[in-house]
T-cell receptor
């Protein structure tokens, strides 16, 4: 059974803070993704990674960066958090480099920036 | 740019009725179309998918149809039950590294008994 975990379910940060969101998968998946979920806007892709140390921008990468030093771990970094980054953040992983692979989602991190 | 439009944004049905959610995609190179279901407070999970070489696929009470010419695909749920209440997302494969999806904005389905 695929397990995707995220470091926090809820997080409260101050404007300007550097924020790290961690995602870990235990199934040796090649691909990992970070999405942002906002009401009425669906799932928007921030960044994805198809291999260790490889990354690609998604639709809304501004204000975010990512790190993938190990295959099982994909981190989302908010260099200087702003109130408009208050959102639900979902991580996902998939086995290989095919879009037709099932994406397995983590439980989400609800981030509030004050 | 690539886009997936999903309608309606909310849908309320009585238990036992059918529900239909429609999506339109913009990139003619898209060839894979999954549907994810997200129950309240839970993570999205794949419920059914269809590839571009197939026109229809069924799995018990759910079915998906694809019209490549018109670039739209639909989710059909028959004999709805309260446990079908959730947010449903359609998605289409991107013409970018072949590995990512673009999601629709979601449809909140409410099934009342």
């Amino acid at each position: 059974d695929v397990k995707v975990t995220q470091s926090s379910r809820y997080l409260v940060k101050r404007t300007g803070e550097k924020v790290f969101l961690e995602c870990v998968q235990d199934m040796d998946h090649e691909n990992m993704f970070w999405y942002r979920q906002d009401p009425g806007l669906g799932l928007r892709l921030i960044y994805f990674s198809y291999d260790v140390k490889m990354k690609e921008k998604g639709d809304i990468p501004e204000g975010y960066s990512v790190s993938r030093e190990k295959k099982e771990r994909f981190s989302l970094i908010l260099e200087s958090a702003s109130t408009n980054q208050t959102s639900m953040y979902l991580c996902a992983s998939s086995p290989s480099g095919r879009a037709s692979d099932t994406q397995y989602f983590g439980p989400g991190t609800r981030l509030t920036v004050l | 740019g690539e886009n997936v439009e999903q309608h309606p944004s909310t849908l309320s049905v009585q238990e036992g009725d059918s529900a239909v959610i429609k999506c339109t995609y913009s990139d003619s190179a898209s060839n894979y179309f999954p549907w994810y279901k997200q129950e309240l407070g839970k993570r999205p999970q794949l419920i059914i998918d269809i590839r571009s070489n197939v026109g229809e696929k069924k799995d018990q009470r759910i079915a998906v149809t694809l019209n490549k010419t018109a670039k739209h695909f639909s989710l059909h749920i028959t004999e709805t039950q309260p446990e079908d209440s959730a947010v449903y997302f359609c998605a289409a494969s991107r013409n970018q590294a072949g590995t990512a999806l673009i999601f629709g904005k979601g449809t909140t389905l409410s099934v009342s008994s």
